[in-house]
């Protein structure tokens, strides 16, 4: 009994923290990607996030099977000249807000696809978060023109 | 009093019959019979596009002599650029795809600034996804500074904190005629619709 009550509370407590911590604030949609040959050096990833919550959050990191790393990216347009930047801070997620990875801007940079990425396919990408945790979704490879994903009204 | 009243009239008269005038004459040299052809964003006696020489993504030595006799469209960007290159070259295969056969008589062409990273082989594999009729071209430290000094083109390398490093680049397309002089450009966020005038405008112009 001694041994029980501790291990119990410690199960209850980690139980209770993980209820706190589902990923429920936070929804993914129009999640979507780039085709691209097996060879290409990178590809991109592209996302919706919006927090339902009352607390503010971030998009920490991000991972997948397809490609070796998964960084966070900016992409800025001064005078002219395309700069881009990792995002080592990652992207915040007030509270009540909805933020758009998209073409021009802030996108997942997926280094090193592991194989080539065919338009119609989905891949699997666990997104991390600071207090929503993992998350995971699937991109829609799309044609390797397009600007806006076909299902962009859903 | 009637005196004041006839010159007010008339001075009305001057100024509507000036503002007709104005109008119409602007009319004539800017949208009208003596406006010049849409495709010209630039003044053409601009000193953009000259020599240079690189290797094609298929491993062949190139200059800019192998591509006269066509119009050309060329921009600048790296392959390790997983967003503004990508959608640079989806437009250019969707421009393609709407100008059908037409599109043959134009030279496409993928220019790389990361003369460390981007070999023929690179240049091939990142090409793969869009029209086979887009060239890639790379080459030497010395022969990528030439050609972008050519095209006027601005591009630094730029270390980031994990070792690597990334490319900053100007980001317009570049068109020049089928002897090689500056016919005016597409900005990234003009329609297809005016790339394609603009297209167009350019292989009527030959």
Same mark, same amino acid.
């Given at each position: 009994m001694r041994t029980l009550l501790p291990?119990?509370?410690?199960?209850?407590?980690?139980?209770?923290?993980?209820?706190?911590?589902?990923?429920?604030?936070?929804?993914?949609?129009?999640?979507?990607?780039r085709a691209v040959?097996?060879?290409?050096?990178t590809a991109v990833g592209y996302l919706t996030l919006r927090n339902r919550g009352a607390n503010p959050d971030r998009l920490i990191s991000a991972e997948t099977p397809a490609a070796r790393a998964v960084e966070i990216h900016e992409q800025r347009r001064e005078e002219g000249v395309?700069?881009?930047?990792?995002?080592?801070?990652?992207?915040?997620?007030?509270?009540?807000?909805?933020?758009?990875?998209?073409?021009?801007?802030?996108?997942?940079?997926?280094?090193?696809?592991?194989?080539?990425?065919?338009?119609?396919?989905?891949?699997?990408?666990?997104?991390?978060?600071?207090?929503?945790?993992?998350?995971?979704?699937?991109l829609s490879v799309e044609a390797a023109g397009t600007r806006q994903p076909a299902h962009a009204g859903h | 009093m009637l005196r004041w009243i006839r010159r007010v009239a008339w001075g009305s008269v001057a100024v509507l019959g000036f503002l007709v005038l104005a109008i119409s004459a602007g009319w004539f040299v800017t949208d009208g019979p003596l406006a010049d052809r849409p495709?010209? $964003?630039?003044?053409?006696?601009l000193p953009i596009g000259g020599p240079? %020489? #690189?290797?094609?993504?298929?491993?062949?030595?190139?200059? *800019?002599?192998d591509f006269r006799g066509r119009p050309m469209t060329v921009f600048f960007g790296f392959t390790q650029c997983p967003d503004v290159c990508p959608t640079t070259l989806?437009?250019? $295969?969707?421009?393609?795809?709407?100008?059908?056969?037409?599109?043959? %008589? #134009?030279?496409?062409?993928?220019?790389?600034?990361?003369? *460390?990273?981007?070999t023929p082989e690179t240049m091939a594999g990142y090409l793969e996804a869009y029209d086979r009729r887009i060239v890639g071209l790379s080459g030497t430290e010395a022969h990528v500074a030439a050609a972008a000094r050519a095209f006027r083109i601005y591009y630094r390398r730029v270390p980031l904190k994990d070792g690597g490093y990334t490319m900053d680049h100007s980001a317009s397309v570049f068109l020049l005629d089928a002897a090689g002089r500056f016919a005016g450009t597409i900005d990234h966020q003009e329609s297809h619709a005016v790339a394609l005038e603009k297209l167009r405008g350019l292989l009527t112009s030959q």
């Open positions: 291990g119990l509370l410690a199960g209850t407590l980690a139980l209770a923290a993980a209820a706190h911590a589902q990923p429920s604030d936070i929804t993914v949609s129009l999640a979507w990607t040959g097996a060879t290409a050096p395309m700069r881009m930047r990792p995002l080592p801070d990652g992207v915040p997620v007030p509270p009540g807000e909805t933020v758009t990875l998209g073409p021009g801007g802030t996108h997942l940079m997926l280094v090193g696809p592991t194989r080539a990425l065919a338009r119609g396919e989905r891949v699997p990408l666990t997104l991390h978060f600071e207090r929503a945790g993992q998350v995971h979704v699937e | 495709v010209a $964003t630039g003044p053409a006696s240079f %020489r #690189l290797i094609d993504h298929r491993g062949r030595a190139v200059t *800019e002599a989806g437009d250019m $295969t969707a421009l393609i795809e709407a100008l059908g056969p037409e599109a043959d %008589r #134009l030279h496409w062409l993928f220019v790389s600034v990361d003369w *460390e990273r981007d």
